[in-house]
């Protein structure tokens, strides 16, 4: 894999000149997008050590390089026509992901065994764990990484990043929750277990606060094994008194404890965040 990294990495250094119809290229770009494509390589993972984000920069080069590499094509599948650059992900059998009517991955995603896909979308470079369900209307943006057994609500949203290639791409924990029209996007992350109530939005510039203490946990970054709420709080400024959103842990949960449905749907209840 080093030397296809390198030559993925003097590809990049000359983006400007490459173009379309070159083969050569092209061939050494598709082997990387292929690792990504069967699971074999990430976009970015956890490093267990330090519990940061590691990006592995010259696979995301390898994507936007696929982008410039390949010319616009016609598909048509049953009585659809699509017209775009890049295939859509195929042989959902023999990798035993369940696809309904409606949903769609692109070539270069990786959906592991036992993911099902409710029609929803999956994106270039995504990589969405075993056994996670990825709800109606909901999306799994560029890049963007899920754990195992996770449950992504309709209509959440789980943002993409492709540029810069540095940029930290949103990553899921396993076991999470994510309730229904939930916004989690910019490089924001959700540890392992975490429950997300209905309708929150979270990015890198909004507080994760401890609803007990009072106390900033951060910002854009749920801890594992907390049940978080939307939230806002008072700020004020020169032109008036304003509300800012925040996101609001409200309980903590023993790491490993499956979440009780029904109790937890009563606690976001109570909060007015049913999932």
């Given at each position: 894999m080093a030397d296809l990294q390198a030559?993925?990495?003097?590809l990049w250094e000359r983006a400007g000149e490459l173009?379309?119809?070159?083969?050569?290229?092209?061939?050494?770009?598709?082997?990387?997008?292929?690792l990504l494509?069967?699971?074999?390589?990430?976009?970015?993972?956890?490093?267990?050590?330090?519990?940061?984000?590691?990006?592995h920069q010259w696979l995301k080069y390898a994507i936007l390089l696929l982008f410039r590499l390949r010319a616009m094509e016609t598909q048509e599948l049953g009585p659809f026509e699509y017209h775009d650059k890049l295939p859509l992900k195929r042989g959902f059998s023999a990798a035993g992901v369940r696809v309904l009517p409606g949903a769609s991955a692109r070539w270069g995603?990786?959906?592991?065994?036992?993911?099902?896909?409710m029609p929803s979308y999956v994106n270039i470079g995504a990589r969405v764990g075993a056994e996670t369900m990825v709800d109606t209307w909901a999306t799994v943006g560029s890049c963007a990484q899920v754990g195992a057994r996770v449950h992504l609500s309709g209509g959440v949203g789980i943002g993409g990043v492709l540029e810069p290639p540095n940029a930290v791409p949103v990553v899921?924990?396993?076991?999470?929750?994510?309730?229904?029209?939930?916004?989690?996007?910019?490089?924001?992350?959700?540890?392992?277990?975490?429950?997300?109530?209905s309708g929150t939005i979270l990015n890198p510039s909004i507080p994760v606060i401890d609803a007990d203490s009072g106390e900033e946990?951060?910002?854009?970054?749920?801890?594992?094994?907390?049940?978080?709420?939307?939230?806002?709080?008072?700020?004020?400024?020169?032109?008036?008194?304003?509300?800012?959103?925040?996101?609001?842990?409200?309980?903590?949960?023993?790491?490993?404890?499956?979440?009780d449905k029904a109790v937890l749907e009563a606690v976001l209840r109570q909060h007015g965040a049913a999932g």
């Open positions: 030559g993925i990495e003097e173009r379309a119809g070159d083969h050569d290229a092209l061939a050494v770009v598709t082997e990387a997008v292929g494509d069967s699971g074999d390589a990430r976009v970015a993972e956890v490093d267990p050590g330090t519990d940061r984000v590691v990006v995603s990786f959906l592991d065994r036992g993911v099902v896909l899921i924990g396993d076991d999470a929750f994510v309730g229904s029209r939930c916004m989690v996007t910019e490089g924001a992350r959700l540890g392992d277990g975490v429950v997300l109530g946990l951060g910002r854009g970054v749920v801890p594992p094994w907390c049940v978080a709420v939307s939230a806002s709080r008072r700020r004020e400024f020169p032109g008036g008194e304003f509300f800012l959103p925040c996101v609001l842990v409200i309980r903590r949960l023993e790491p490993g404890q499956r979440h």
